[in-house]
């Protein structure tokens, strides 16, 4: 028999701007996004962390992250 002892998953995000809107509010939407999901992993109880977050010049956002997989323990993978 096996069992998980420890389980995370590295995403690498790219939020990108919707088509079709002003510049400037495709950003805002943007970060609202990417705070949205933050607060929905806080929420579920997701541990994780994020290992670089870069915004890119057109105001699109990159997040590598490592998160929890399912509810498996993390182990030392977010130390």
Partial sequence: ???????CICQTL?????DGL???YAVKQVKEE???YKKNMER???KYKIVEQTEQPDGSI????IKQYNAAPVG???N
């Fill in 1 to 7: 028999m096996k069992r998980v002892k420890s389980a």
């Fill in 14 to 18: 790219h939020f990108t701007l919707k």
């Fill in 22 to 24: 002003d510049h400037l």
């Fill in 34 to 36: 990417v705070a949205t």
């Fill in 44 to 46: 579920n109880h997701t």
């Fill in 62 to 65: 990159i997040i590598k992250i």
């Fill in 76 to 78: 030392d993978y977010l």
